[in-house]
């Protein structure tokens, strides 16, 4: 099955338990899966690059802020 031309963007702050379902449910038909870690202190940044995710970190200080950041991210990476 040929993907589709879409980049998923996960933000995530100490997520390791969820994580990996997560990026494994998109990384099937998505192209790109673009975690943003705010700055995790558990496993989250080395599940998601174990499945294949490009991960970000960044901390989030305001919401809106952080999403659409994340968001020229994704544009910028590019599928």
């Given at each position: 099955m040929?993907k589709?031309p879409?980049?998923?963007?996960?933000?995530?702050?100490?997520?390791g338990?969820?994580?990996?379902d997560?990026?494994?449910?998109v990384?099937?038909w998505?192209?790109?899966?673009?975690?943003?870690?705010?700055?995790s202190?558990?496993?989250?940044?080395?599940?998601?690059?174990?499945?294949?995710?490009?991960?970000?970190?960044k901390?989030m200080?305001?919401?809106g802020?952080h999403?659409?950041?994340?968001?020229?991210?994704?544009k910028?990476?590019?599928?």
């Amino acid at each position: 099955m040929d993907k589709a031309p879409v980049s998923v963007v996960i933000i995530a702050k100490n997520e390791g338990k969820r994580i990996g379902d997560c990026v494994k449910a998109v990384s099937d038909w998505a192209d790109q899966v673009l975690v943003i870690d705010d700055k995790s202190t558990d496993n989250t940044k080395h599940i998601a690059e174990s499945l294949g995710a490009k991960v970000l970190v960044k901390e989030m200080i305001n919401e809106g802020k952080h999403r659409n950041w994340a968001k020229d991210q994704a544009k910028m990476i590019g599928c």
